[in-house]
């Protein structure tokens, strides 16, 4: 008996070997093929990598914000809040270059950058909320990444005297704005032809909608002022390599784009002040105080302050905006405030003519811009049902105290 168990015993022993012999004949067999084919893979993965990187902000999960009825996403709440801002500091600075006379671009915008400085400095030392987004301010972090920073920066100013440039030179208000919408298709090219991104059907819609228009409003005024188109031109070129720079900063070198905001304005303001003494606008500037005006000048630093505060708002929010989404749905969402602008300059402003043609681009805009809003609202946006329950039901209990009061006022 004993011997017919140990018989048993060792003949499952030798086919476990046998088992495990032929297991590691195939492991070596599969490991040959997987070596062959793994340069193959290899180049397939490194060309997939920028679109998985693409697609981190969309499978990272949203954070919302309770506003009882519903739940908006951080995201969309700093995009409406650039569109308000951008809205409100194209009329200030309007009134700063036309009623005040006060055209000095790198000036202006030294001024902006001081204010922005100064108020990070104090959030980074003061504001618990603040240290946490952008993990502390430090010279050793900034020297970390010198060059991006720098680099940014660069693209930072040539994008902001273009734009300021552009809007003194084109004094048509529309026209201004309808080169402004020319970004968006040209940041979809770069997209989707030049770096391969999946765009939707609406997006596409939408950008296609936004530049016939823009086409159709401005057809009529392509041929004023070449040089003012020019600098639009360029400075939708520098707003585009700006527009990359920030959308990706996060997932290459792990520092929020809230941080690279903070440096910015550090880096900016020596720089435009050397650039104030060089080019001579620091002695124009004086003699501007100096000379008599018919305006008062409290009014004048009234505005310069609301200008900028706007701006650090406006800056911040889209820096948000931007990392929280992609660089063509923030402008494409933010496009719908030169829907606004336009119908401000023509009602208020009674800058230009309407015709067949400007109103056609004017309808074709407004409908993309109805377009990219309800989808993003749609994407972006959470019912409250236990509050949609309650107010439900407190349109019954009204309904009812009505018609019980109607009945009694009718006996």
């Not at 003012?228 to 939708?236: I, Q």
């Not at 003699?287 to 701006?311: M, T």
């Not at 923030?330 to 719908?336: F, P, V």
Request: net charge positive.
């Amino acid at each position: 008996m004993e011997n017919y168990f140990f018989v048993l015993f060792s003949k499952i022993i030798n086919k476990y070997l046998l088992f495990q012999i032929n297991l590691k004949k195939m492991s070596n067999e599969s490991r040959n093929l997987n070596s062959q084919s793994f340069s193959e893979l290899e180049c397939t993965s490194s060309k997939n990598i920028s679109t998985e990187l693409q697609t981190i902000k969309v499978q990272e999960k949203k954070k919302y914000v309770n506003f009882y009825i519903c739940q908006l996403s951080v995201g969309i709440i700093f995009t409406y809040i650039f569109i308000i801002c951008s809205i409100t500091i194209n009329i200030v600075n309007r009134v700063i270059f036309w009623k005040f006379k006060f055209k000095f671009n790198f000036t202006l915008i030294l001024l902006q950058q001081l204010f922005c400085m100064i108020f990070f400095s104090l959030c980074s030392r003061y504001s618990k909320i603040f240290i946490a987004q952008t993990g502390g301010i430090s010279f050793s972090d900034f020297w970390k990444l010198k060059f991006q920073y720098i680099g940014y920066c660069i693209f930072f100013i040539l994008k902001t005297v273009t734009s300021l440039i552009g809007y003194q030179l084109v004094t048509n208000i529309p026209m201004y704005v309808n080169l402004r919408k020319f970004l968006t298709a040209m940041t979809f090219i770069y997209q989707f032809f030049f770096k391969k991104k999946k765009i939707s059907n609406i997006n596409i819609l939408v950008v296609i909608l936004l530049t016939l228009g823009a086409f159709l409003t401005g057809i009529d005024d392509y041929s004023t002022d070449y040089k003012g188109y020019a600098a639009v031109f360029l400075k939708n070129m520098f707003n585009l390599v700006n527009l990359e720079i920030s959308e990706n900063f996060k997932q290459k070198n792990g520092v929020t784009n809230l941080k690279l905001l903070v440096y910015n304005s550090f880096l900016s303001t020596p720089l435009l002040l050397l650039t104030i003494f060089i080019n001579g606008e620091f002695i124009k500037v004086v003699n501007y105080f100096q000379e008599e005006h018919d305006f008062n000048y409290k009014n004048l630093i009234f505005f310069l302050f609301a200008s900028c505060s706007i701006v650090m708002i406006t800056n911040s929010s889209f820096f948000i905006s931007n990392e929280k989404n992609t660089s063509l749905f923030t402008q494409l969402i933010s496009d719908s405030k030169y829907i606004v602008i336009t119908f401000i300059s023509y009602f208020v402003l009674k800058s230009f003519t309407l015709t067949w043609k400007n109103i056609t681009g004017i309808i074709l805009s407004t409908i993309a811009a109805i377009i990219i809003t309800i989808n993003s609202l749609y994407n972006n946006i959470k019912i409250n049902k236990n509050c949609s329950k309650e107010t439900f039901k407190n349109i019954k209990i009204i309904n009812n105290e009505v018609s019980k009061e109607n009945v009694n006022n009718s006996l």
